[in-house]
């Protein structure tokens, strides 16, 4: 059962973060893909929750400890996720850059946890673990920041030109 969990918390994670990163570029909230990525982050959640679940006697208090902070940081990124759809449906003064910042948090979050995980799972020392996970959340920060920059400077998308849109509803 164990293994079973951690592979679907695995692939969908895997399947939030190339989602994710297909929608830093605003699209419609009810898009097929936005609506995805937001399934796949809250199907990563609940199974590493049901894996902690099935784990949990098993598990010291140190890792009781380690592996409820993860959660927390879990629920974390989904509520990320979530803020991002609510930033498309109603498009406040700064929505574009909340937006990608949201679902960035969540890119930058998921690549994080691969790197890591890969770099426990190669017997790296922690020092070298903390360095990739640091190494991960720089690299994504500038990236993030970059798209940023880059959708500020162009066309708007046609997210923010439909009729709605600009009569401040976009729902």
Request: aromatic share 6%.
């Amino acid at each position: 059962m164990h293994t079973i969990l951690i592979l679907g918390h695995a692939g969908a994670g895997l399947v939030a973060l190339v989602l994710g990163c297909l929608v830093l570029r605003p699209q419609p909230a009810r898009s097929l893909r936005f609506r995805s990525y937001l399934i796949a982050l809250t199907a990563m959640l609940v199974l590493v929750v049901a894996v902690v679940a099935v784990d949990w006697a098993e598990l010291g208090a140190g890792q009781r400890v380690t592996f409820g902070l993860l959660l927390l940081l879990g629920g974390y990124t989904v509520l990320r996720g979530m803020q991002a759809r609510r930033a498309l449906r109603r498009m406040p003064p700064g929505w574009r850059d909340r937006y990608v910042d949201h679902v960035g948090f969540t890119v930058i979050s998921l690549f994080d946890g691969f790197a890591i995980v890969g770099a426990i799972d190669l017997g790296a020392p922690l020092p070298i673990v903390l360095a990739v996970g640091a190494l991960g959340v720089a690299t994504g920060i500038l990236a993030i920041n970059r798209v940023k920059r880059r959708l500020s400077g162009g066309p708007l998308d046609a997210v923010e030109t439909t009729p709605r849109a600009r009569a401040g509803t976009g729902r």
